[in-house]
């Protein structure tokens, strides 16, 4: 974001390949002032007011220009994206602050670099505050992880649908201090490997 010299951050970046673009799409939330439909902040916010922002590349040395990759009309951040069954679902947390929503929410493209209707889903977690989603296929669930960042620990919710979600928070387990994560597949010959190192 060097060319925007007012940006106050850049957090939480998340990269995907697309197969079809033949990239990867690397994306992020920043708050440049002034910039987005303004929200209601309360004292802690300290005048962030999120937008995802996104470039690509194929070999990382060039990269394209960044551009806006998600504009709600809500503060966003800690977005990630699922492919699946053709589609792209992009979870991510509405941040808002007044009244406070800072819950997972979803929607979806039929390519990875968008766009996505800002028009999102309800909340797919429950009534506490949850953060830094990430969301892996296994079987006939989509699970959905994340942090339950006021609470200390991690939370989860599935879904066979997408559509109604399970709270299943009670039935997993992190290590101790486990923050912001990303699950992914890998061959059993690796997952071994990574257990059992050498």
């Known amino acids: 974001m060097a060319h925007e010299p007012t940006a106050k951050n850049c957090w939480a970046p998340e990269i995907i390949y697309d197969s079809k673009a033949e990239n990867y799409l690397i994306f992020w939330a920043t708050t440049i002032p002034n910039r987005h439909s303004p929200i209601e902040y309360s004292k802690q916010e300290k005048g962030l007011n999120h937008r995802m922002y996104c470039t690509t590349t194929t070999d990382f040395k060039s990269y394209a ?18 492919p699946r ?21 979803l929607t979806s493209s039929k390519s990875a670099s968008g766009p996505y209707p800002t028009a999102v889903s309800q909340p797919i977690t429950g009534n506490y505050w949850a953060e830094g989603p990430t969301a892996i296929e296994i079987n006939d669930y989509v699970y959905v992880y994340f942090d339950r960042y006021t609470e200390h620990r991690y939370g989860a ?36 490997e990574l257990i059992n190192p050498k």
Do not use: C
Not at 65 to 82: E, G
Not at 85 to 105: G, M, Q, S, T, V
């Open 65 to 82: 220009p960044t551009r806006m990759f998600f504009n709600p009309a809500f503060s966003v951040i800690d977005a990630t994206i699922l």
């Open 85 to 105: 069954d053709k589609n792209y679902y992009l979870f991510l947390k509405n941040e808002n602050p007044n009244p406070a929503e800072k819950n997972i929410r």
């Open 157 to 192: 919710v599935r879904s066979k649908n997408l559509t109604d979600w399970e709270d299943i928070s009670n039935q997993i387990k992190f290590p101790d201090g486990a923050r912001h994560g990303t699950a992914f597949k890998v061959s059993a010959k690796l997952f071994k």
